[in-house]
């Protein structure tokens, strides 16, 4: 019945944003004539299904999810190995030597800004991480919970880089009083910014661009001491019903031709090759990125959010 | 003893000569074990063994460790036990409002007391924070006030409220609309004045429906989940968007299964409650012709009072409903207010196959949903037969059960065989199916047990077989409460994310998780377009069955249980 | 032998308290009889009914139907129709095809089925309602279609369920006149549940007592009235007084009893086995009690207390010497004198009419 019909297809779990989704892998159908067939689930519930469909794999690809996500599936043997000829120029800490997981897109974290907010309470644009800790913007912002979220934890994390630990977690203390609320989804902040029920938002910034592009008055903001990012990643899951076609999928979007795609489609996501054209993307060499190892972001995951579950939330 | 045990010989002997009806209630019994008790039983036991197959508590203690999640769980049961009392009361005001003065608008009242049972997840939050937020337009726009604690126990609160107060409205309007007027008139006649007359006379014979309505609301609100993600905030946790966060945010399904079972204890003992202590207890004793006495129940002033009350909590239902139709119509949802239709033609490009599949789903099992569940009433009330008790229970038991732990029991449960299920349009149905028949069941077996049990034993008499009196006799006379299971049922369906959420698959997918996705991305006019979309084409459905069936069907018609 | 019960017992658990509903029940009823069951509410008439219908499962016995046991027989397999207090009638269907409705699940061709419907509704007086609803129809015009509806299956036996109680009076005396009719005319074997004893005395052929769930007398409605074999029943059926006293003689038929304090002697009829010396009770109709002497062997003296004059017969009281109270009824008041309120009288009866039993 149906299983026969769309046996052909490649079934991928998608925890890219549905149209960006659709866009990429449009791209993707045009260029190899591939058929896709595809789901929107979040990093977390994507997981939470391939973990419960382990014996009985429905997917043959998780796209999209964090690339500390795929760790984690890479480590409870939900995904299997392929090593795709196509990451010759791709930096290293973008991909797994042993071939578990690849990179689709970077996104860097960055405060969206309500500009229309930000006049009506009379405060100033900021540069600096330390800027948004001024007393005009009290209740002011939204970042989400990383008891909730993979991208407050990576606020953390980076933030760690910039001030250490200890410096971090005082950091995010002296930010409480200008936190309205801690949402409980990454995208939750963009959902109050855009249209215009608070001033500022942390988190990963295509959502931004997003409200931008429709006409919402935001800007965003990469404070110079530096933002961490996200690699938006691509397993094959163990046990792809349909190997070949995930294989292509891998080789074409770690491609120069894919990676162009993904400006091209207007996506708001960054290439992870430096050999494509950025179109009218900021430049990332005017971005100072902060790189953290997933391994020790993954081993320090627990005790990082209980500190702050005790240290910050109370706030 | 040896009496007993020859009324048993011969009661089975009754049931073997009767194959179809012995088949029936095999199959159901069998059906109710795989579809509600398995699912169940899967996350109890997820949460219960660890990696090696081992029996281990350590998810329990560990989530219970935690003052956050300890937290939690007095949050789930503080801001349940507020939505219950301002939800009865709301819909107490309500129903006694339009059962007992002579206001004008009544019509306009039912409407929109009704409405929230169409309350689209996540955009209907995200629209409290339009109105309450920051930039409000009634905190803001209308007071001045920018700091309104939107996220949060008030908002939350607020949000449940309007969405679970029809459930109220229609249990209680059913308990004050059969208390006949003649009883206050008697106690006026005895000396009482308004107050004393209500106080002694009506409020104490709707006690039992204001104890159900509440222990109903109570449950609604724990399972709640669209509610809380959005307005509940970090430093407000409660327990079902925990348990969620727990398996999709820390990848730890083992204690979001543990949360889960925390959740389910509070839930299963208010269900408990309602269905055999408050569940007992007769509303009213009063049957016969309705009088139609002069209402004289409360003065003018008092009148105009109520009446402001309801018109206040009608403008807040409908002012949730504008934010969203406004949202689906403009360019930026506050910011740019250019009239487009462009939200659509997104919607219609994007999301058509959603919208597809999300009828076809609805179509599919709103139906089976509605019979099934005449059934079963027909079975619990006119049948005696061993497990009689035990059918009831677990097939009200999903009502009970929140959908988020729903969801994961179905992908633990249906992902291997022999009931290999994910991935396909049948364990959605099925889910859908098992989730709603409660409202059915609760239907049918109200609407029976006003049905003169003689008109079917003198069907039987006449020679009909238990299949032809249920589809001749039985099922022509609760025909209303069959319309109203389809109804409600077909709301659920169109409406439904917790459990959804884990089980659509890439072909087939919902609208409710386009709404999701659409709002997480950032397009938030889509989601409002999407929205838009869900209530219409949910109105249109009614509307058609309305007219098919000459007005004999109303959401009020059904009492509501069971939030998506 | 149209219906046997044989030993029918039911006992109803509720939270482990047993309650006995029928007891023993055992009974034989004749081809085109028509037996009325009895008795207070909560006699058991109802259950004993409902057993034979199959609607419940006896605890124990055996109901055999045409010599065929139909114990273990679901209702719509035994060839019973039924007629209930609240007609039952189907709301969704029209009087033709509640009529119909049976005729239906039997597959009856079309002109058969024709032919019998406008029979039916020319048996029980329903012509030009046949496209009516229920809901159109008044009260006795509806029971006239649940006679329809069960006649018209021509069953074996057909059951009515306290079928009058839902009607006024006035009419409640017309329609039960017209079941016995049309039973007799169509000669269905019947059993018929009442705990109205007019009613019962009116319609049956035989009537059987019942009280908590025991057969107390079964007998034709004369029997029943006229000679009770317990004070159960002398007291259910009709007004009675009661005179005890001490058995002095048994003289075949002929019992004489001494009638306590007064000291007088009551010469009466054997209704029970009797021995000399032990208690009896003497059953005595008011109507029996009469102010003229005539051929009647005994008497009783005592003060008038009041009386209610009701037109056709005046009813009294009269306290006798010890303090006993006696009720009596004198027909054709206006031919007779009224009794006078205080003053003493003497009271005649017969020893047909003084009917002695065991206590």
Same mark, same amino acid.
């Given at each position: 019945?149906?299983?026969?019909?769309?046996?052909?297809?490649?079934?991928?779990?998608?925890?890219?944003? =549905?149209?960006?989704?659709?866009?990429?892998?449009?791209?993707?159908?045009?260029?190899?004539?591939?058929?896709?067939?595809?789901?929107?689930?979040?990093?977390?519930?994507?997981?939470?299904?391939?973990?419960?469909?382990?014996?009985?794999?429905?997917?043959?690809?998780?796209?999209?999810?964090?690339? =500390?996500?795929?760790?984690?599936?890479?480590?409870?043997?939900?995904?299997?190995?392929?090593?795709?000829?196509?990451?010759?120029?791709?930096?290293?800490?973008?991909?797994?030597?042993?071939?578990?997981?690849?990179?689709?897109?970077?996104?860097?974290?960055?405060?969206?800004?309500?500009?229309?907010?930000?006049?009506?309470?009379?405060?100033?644009?900021?540069?600096?991480? =330390?800027?948004?800790?001024?007393?005009?913007?009290?209740?002011?912002?939204?970042?989400?919970?990383?008891?909730?979220?993979?991208?407050?934890?990576?606020?953390?994390?980076?933030?760690?880089?910039?001030?250490?630990?200890?410096?971090?977690?005082?950091?995010?203390?002296?930010?409480?009083?200008?936190?309205?609320?801690?949402?409980?989804?990454?995208?939750?902040?963009?959902?109050?910014?855009?249209?215009?029920?608070?001033?500022?938002?942390?988190?990963?910034?295509?959502?931004?661009?997003?409200?931008?592009?429709?006409?919402?008055?935001?800007?965003?903001?990469?404070?110079?001491?530096?933002?961490?990012?996200?690699?938006?990643?691509?397993?094959?899951?163990?046990?792809?019903?349909?190997?070949?076609?995930?294989?292509?999928?891998?080789?074409?979007?770690?491609?120069?031709?894919?990676?162009?795609?993904?400006?091209?489609?207007?996506?708001?996501?960054?290439?992870?090759?430096?050999?494509?054209?950025?179109?009218?993307?900021?430049?990332?060499?005017?971005?100072?990125?902060?790189?953290?190892?997933?391994?020790?972001?993954?081993?320090?995951?627990?005790?990082?959010?209980?500190?702050?579950?005790? =240290?910050?939330?109370?706030? | 003893?040896?009496?007993?045990?020859?009324?048993?010989?011969?009661?089975?002997?009754?049931?073997?000569?009767?194959?179809?009806?012995?088949?029936?209630?095999?199959?159901?019994?069998?059906?109710?074990?795989?579809?509600?008790?398995?699912?169940?039983?899967?996350?109890?036991?997820?949460?219960?063994?660890?990696?090696?197959?081992?029996?281990?508590?350590? /998810?329990?203690?560990?989530?219970?460790? !935690?003052?956050?999640?300890?937290?939690?769980?007095?949050?789930?049961?503080?801001?349940?036990?507020?939505?219950?009392?301002?939800?009865?009361?709301?819909?107490?005001?309500?129903?006694?409002?339009?059962?007992?003065?002579?206001?004008?608008?009544?019509?306009?009242?039912?409407?929109?007391?009704?409405?929230?049972?169409?309350?689209?997840?996540?955009?209907?939050?995200?629209?409290?924070?339009?109105?309450?937020?920051?930039?409000?337009?009634?905190?803001?726009?209308?007071?001045?006030?920018?700091?309104?604690?939107?996220?949060?126990?008030?908002?939350?609160?607020?949000?449940?409220?309007?969405?679970?107060?029809?459930?109220?409205?229609?249990?209680?309007?059913?308990? @004050?609309?059969?208390?006949?007027?003649?009883?206050?008139?008697?106690?006026? !006649?005895?000396?009482?004045?308004?107050?004393?007359?209500?106080?002694?006379?009506?409020?104490?014979?709707? @006690?039992?429906?204001?104890?159900?309505?509440?222990?109903?609301?109570? @449950?609604?609100?724990?399972?709640?989940?669209?509610?809380? &993600?959005? &307005?509940?905030?970090?430093?407000?946790?409660?327990?079902?968007?925990?348990?969620?966060?727990?398996?999709?945010?820390?990848?730890?399904?083992?204690?979001?299964?543990?949360?889960?079972?925390?959740?389910?204890?509070?839930?299963?003992?208010?269900?408990?409650?309602?269905?055999?202590?408050?569940?007992?207890?007769?509303?009213?004793?009063?049957?016969?012709?309705?009088?139609?006495?002069?209402?004289?129940?409360?003065?003018?002033?008092?009148?105009?009072?109520?009446?402001?009350?309801?018109?206040?909590?009608?403008?807040?239902? &409908?002012?949730?409903?504008?934010?969203?139709?406004?949202?689906?119509?403009?360019?930026?949802?506050?910011?740019?207010?250019?009239?487009?239709?462009?939200?659509?033609?997104?919607?219609?490009?994007?999301?058509?196959?959603?919208?597809?599949?999300?009828?076809?789903?609805?179509?599919?099992?709103?139906?089976?949903?509605?019979?099934?569940?005449?059934?079963?009433?027909?079975?619990?009330?006119?049948?005696?037969?061993?497990?009689?008790?035990?059918?009831?229970?677990?097939?009200?038991?999903?009502?009970?059960?929140?959908?988020?732990?729903?969801?994961?029991?179905?992908?633990?449960?249906?992902?291997?065989?022999?009931?290999?299920?994910?991935?396909?349009?049948?364990?959605?149905?099925?889910?859908?199916?098992?989730?709603?028949?409660?409202?059915?069941?609760?239907?049918?077996?109200?609407?029976?047990?006003?049905?003169?049990?003689?008109?079917?034993?003198?069907?039987?008499?006449?020679?009909?077989?238990?299949?032809?009196?249920?589809?001749?006799?039985?099922?022509?006379? @609760?025909?209303?409460?069959?319309?109203?299971?389809?109804?409600?049922?077909?709301?659920?369906?169109?409406?439904?994310?917790?459990?959804?959420?884990?089980?659509?698959? /890439?072909?087939?997918?919902?609208?409710?998780?386009?709404?999701?996705?659409?709002?997480?991305?950032?397009? &938030?006019?889509?989601?409002?377009?999407?929205?838009?979309?869900?209530?219409?084409?949910?109105?249109?459905?009614?509307?058609?069955?309305?007219?098919?069936?000459?007005?004999?069907?109303?959401?009020?018609?059904?009492?509501?249980?069971?939030?998506? | 032998?149209?219906?046997?019960? %044989?030993?029918?017992?039911?006992?109803?658990?509720?939270?482990?308290?047993?309650?006995?509903?029928?007891?023993?029940?055992?009974?034989?009823?004749? %081809?085109?009889?028509?037996?009325?069951?009895?008795?207070? $509410?909560?006699?058991?008439?109802?259950?004993?009914?409902?057993?034979?219908?199959?609607?419940?499962?006896?605890?124990?016995?055996? *109901?055999?139907?045409?010599?065929?046991?139909?114990?273990?027989?679901?209702?719509?397999?035994? #060839?019973?129709?039924?007629?209930?207090?609240?007609?039952?009638?189907?709301?969704?269907?029209?009087?033709?095809?509640?009529?119909?409705?049976?005729?239906?699940?039997?597959?009856?061709?079309?002109?058969?089925?024709?032919?019998?419907?406008?029979?039916?509704?020319?048996?029980?007086?329903?012509?030009?309602?046949?496209?009516? +609803?229920?809901?159109?129809?008044?009260?006795?015009?509806?029971?006239? *279609?649940?006679?329809?509806?069960?006649?018209?299956?021509?069953?074996?036996?057909?059951?009515?369920?306290?079928?009058?109680? #839902?009607?006024?009076?006035?009419?409640?005396?017309?329609?039960?006149?017209?079941?016995? +009719?049309?039973?007799?005319?169509?000669?269905?074997?019947?059993?018929?549940?009442?705990?109205?004893?007019?009613?019962?005395?009116?319609?049956?052929?035989?009537?059987?007592?019942?009280?908590?769930?025991?057969?107390?007398?079964?007998?034709?409605?004369?029997?029943?009235?006229?000679?009770?074999?317990?004070?159960?029943?002398?007291?259910?059926?009709?007004?009675?007084?009661?005179?005890?006293?001490?058995?002095?003689?048994?003289?075949?038929?002929? *019992?004489?009893?001494?009638?306590?304090?007064?000291?007088?002697?009551?010469?009466?009829?054997?209704?029970?086995?009797?021995?000399?010396?032990?208690?009896?009770?003497?059953?005595?109709?008011?109507? $029996?009690?009469?102010?003229?002497?005539?051929?009647?062997?005994?008497?009783?003296?005592?003060?008038?207390?009041?009386?209610?004059?009701?037109?056709?017969?005046?009813?009294?009281?009269?306290?006798?010497?010890?303090?006993?109270?006696?009720?009596?009824?004198?027909?054709?008041?206006?031919?007779?004198?009224?009794? *006078?309120?205080?003053?003493?009288?003497?009271?005649?009866?017969?020893?047909?009419?003084?009917?002695?039993?065991?206590?």
């Amino acid at each position: 019945m149906l299983v026969a019909v769309t046996l052909a297809n490649l079934v991928v779990y998608s925890s890219v944003d =549905e149209a960006n989704a659709r866009k990429i892998l449009n791209a993707f159908v045009e260029e190899t004539g591939v058929g896709v067939d595809f789901v929107f689930l979040s990093s977390g519930p994507a997981l939470a299904r391939i973990e419960a469909e382990v014996n009985n794999p429905q997917a043959d690809v998780w796209f999209g999810a964090p690339l =500390e996500n795929h760790i984690i599936a890479k480590e409870r043997g939900l995904t299997q190995p392929y090593k795709t000829l196509s990451v010759y120029g791709v930096s290293p800490e973008f991909y797994d030597v042993e071939g578990y997981y690849h990179p689709i897109y970077m996104n860097p974290l960055g405060i969206g800004i309500n500009t229309a907010v930000l006049e009506q309470i009379k405060a100033s644009m900021p540069v600096t991480w =330390e800027d948004i800790l001024s007393t005009s913007l009290s209740r002011m912002i939204q970042y989400p919970n990383p008891q909730s979220s993979g991208t407050a934890y990576s606020l953390i994390t980076g933030l760690i880089q910039i001030y250490g630990e200890d410096g971090a977690i005082d950091y995010l203390k002296k930010l409480a009083p200008n936190i309205q609320t801690y949402t409980q989804s990454g995208t939750g902040p963009s959902k109050a910014v855009g249209p215009g029920q608070v001033a500022m938002g942390i988190q990963f910034t295509p959502a931004f661009f997003q409200f931008m592009e429709q006409g919402y008055p935001v800007k965003v903001v990469f404070p110079k001491e530096g933002v961490p990012y996200e690699v938006a990643s691509v397993s094959i899951l163990k046990g792809a019903r349909n190997l070949t076609d995930a294989q292509k999928l891998i080789d074409w979007v770690v491609s120069k031709a894919g990676q162009q795609q993904i400006v091209n489609q207007q996506t708001y996501f960054y290439p992870i090759r430096s050999d494509v054209d950025f179109g009218s993307l900021q430049p990332l060499s005017t971005i100072k990125l902060l790189p953290v190892d997933p391994v020790w972001a993954a081993e320090n995951k627990t005790r990082l959010i209980e500190r702050w579950i005790n =240290e910050v939330l109370p706030y | 003893m040896a009496f007993r045990s020859e009324e048993t010989r011969n009661r089975l002997l009754n049931l073997l000569k009767d194959p179809v009806l012995l088949l029936t209630i095999i199959i159901i019994f069998a059906a109710l074990a795989i579809f509600i008790v398995y699912p169940i039983f899967k996350v109890f036991s997820a949460s219960l063994i660890d990696k090696n197959g081992q029996f281990d508590l350590s /998810a329990y203690t560990k989530a219970f460790s !935690n003052r956050y999640m300890r937290q939690g769980f007095f949050n789930s049961l503080l801001v349940a036990g507020l939505t219950a009392f301002f939800g009865m009361l709301i819909g107490y005001i309500f129903a006694y409002t339009i059962n007992r003065t002579d206001i004008p608008l009544k019509g306009f009242f039912r409407t929109v007391a009704v409405l929230p049972i169409v309350f689209p997840p996540f955009i209907g939050a995200l629209s409290i924070i339009m109105l309450f937020g920051f930039n409000g337009f009634i905190t803001a726009g209308i007071f001045g006030i920018r700091n309104f604690p939107v996220y949060g126990l008030w908002g939350l609160m607020m949000a449940q409220v309007v969405c679970f107060f029809p459930v109220a409205f229609i249990t209680l309007d059913g308990v @004050i609309g059969t208390i006949s007027p003649t009883l206050e008139d008697a106690a006026f !006649n005895l000396g009482a004045n308004r107050w004393q007359a209500f106080r002694k006379v009506i409020l104490p014979m709707s @006690i039992p429906g204001i104890a159900s309505t509440m222990l109903v609301l109570f @449950i609604e609100s724990l399972a709640d989940f669209g509610n809380p &993600l959005i &307005l509940a905030g970090s430093k407000f946790p409660v327990l079902s968007v925990q348990a969620y966060l727990q398996i999709t945010g820390m990848y730890d399904t083992r204690g979001g299964a543990a949360l889960a079972v925390w959740l389910l204890f509070p839930s299963i003992v208010a269900f408990i409650i309602q269905k055999y202590w408050v569940g007992k207890k007769k509303y009213v004793t009063v049957t016969g012709k309705p009088t139609t006495s002069v209402l004289k129940s409360v003065n003018r002033p008092v009148k105009w009072l109520l009446f402001s009350l309801c018109m206040l909590m009608a403008a807040f239902t &409908l002012a949730i409903y504008a934010t969203i139709f406004w949202g689906a119509f403009v360019k930026a949802w506050g910011m740019n207010n250019t009239l487009t239709l462009e939200n659509f033609r997104y919607v219609f490009d994007v999301g058509l196959e959603a919208i597809k599949d999300t009828l076809i789903i609805a179509f599919t099992s709103t139906p089976i949903s509605a019979l099934l569940g005449m059934v079963i009433a027909f079975l619990l009330v006119r049948k005696i037969f061993p497990g009689r008790r035990l059918m009831e229970f677990t097939s009200l038991l999903s009502f009970a059960v929140p959908g988020t732990v729903i969801g994961i029991g179905y992908i633990l449960a249906f992902n291997t065989k022999p009931f290999l299920l994910t991935g396909t349009l049948a364990i959605l149905v099925l889910n859908f199916v098992f989730r709603y028949v409660p409202v059915g069941i609760q239907s049918g077996v109200a609407l029976l047990n006003q049905v003169d049990p003689a008109i079917e034993e003198a069907a039987y008499t006449l020679g009909a077989d238990n299949r032809q009196v249920f589809t001749r006799v039985t099922l022509p006379l @609760i025909v209303p409460a069959f319309f109203s299971a389809l109804v409600f049922a077909f709301v659920r369906a169109m409406t439904a994310i917790s459990a959804a959420i884990f089980l659509v698959s /890439a072909r087939w997918n919902l609208i409710t998780v386009q709404i999701l996705s659409q709002s997480d991305s950032g397009r &938030l006019s889509e989601a409002c377009a999407f929205s838009v979309i869900l209530i219409a084409m949910i109105m249109a459905f009614i509307l058609v069955l309305k007219i098919f069936l000459k007005n004999k069907v109303s959401l009020s018609g059904s009492e509501s249980m069971g939030q998506g | 032998m149209s219906l046997i019960l %044989k030993n029918v017992r039911k006992v109803f658990t509720s939270y482990s308290v047993e309650t006995v509903a029928v007891d023993n029940f055992d009974q034989v009823i004749e %081809k085109g009889q028509l037996v009325t069951l009895l008795g207070p $509410s909560g006699c058991g008439k109802t259950t004993t009914l409902r057993i034979i219908a199959g609607f419940e499962i006896p605890t124990s016995g055996r *109901v055999l139907l045409e010599e065929r046991d139909v114990t273990n027989l679901p209702p719509n397999k035994r #060839n019973i129709s039924m007629v209930f207090q609240s007609y039952a009638l189907f709301p969704h269907l029209t009087v033709e095809e509640n009529i119909a409705f049976g005729l239906k699940l039997k597959r009856l061709d079309r002109s058969e089925m024709r032919r019998k419907i406008v029979e039916m509704t020319d048996l029980v007086g329903l012509k030009g309602l046949e496209k009516r +609803r229920p809901d159109q129809l008044s009260g006795g015009q509806q029971q006239r *279609v649940a006679l329809a509806r069960s006649l018209v299956m021509e069953p074996s036996v057909l059951l009515f369920d306290e079928p009058l109680s #839902n009607l006024d009076a006035k009419l409640r005396e017309t329609m039960r006149l017209e079941i016995r +009719r049309i039973q007799q005319e169509v000669n269905i074997t019947s059993v018929y549940v009442t705990h109205d004893q007019v009613e019962a005395m009116s319609i049956s052929d035989v009537i059987v007592v019942m009280n908590q769930g025991k057969v107390m007398q079964i007998g034709s409605p004369f029997d029943i009235y006229a000679r009770p074999e317990n004070s159960f029943v002398a007291d259910f059926i009709g007004r009675v007084n009661f005179i005890d006293g001490t058995v002095e003689s048994v003289d075949g038929d002929t *019992v004489v009893v001494s009638a306590g304090a007064t000291g007088n002697k009551i010469i009466g009829k054997r209704g029970t086995e009797l021995v000399p010396g032990k208690p009896a009770r003497v059953v005595l109709r008011p109507e $029996s009690l009469s102010d003229r002497k005539e051929e009647r062997i005994n008497s009783l003296s005592g003060k008038v207390l009041k009386y209610v004059f009701l037109g056709s017969n005046v009813e009294y009281e009269l306290e006798l010497s010890d303090g006993r109270k006696i009720n009596a009824v004198t027909y054709n008041p206006v031919e007779r004198k009224l009794p *006078v309120v205080g003053r003493e009288t003497e009271l005649y009866f017969s020893r047909e009419s003084a009917w002695v039993i065991r206590v």
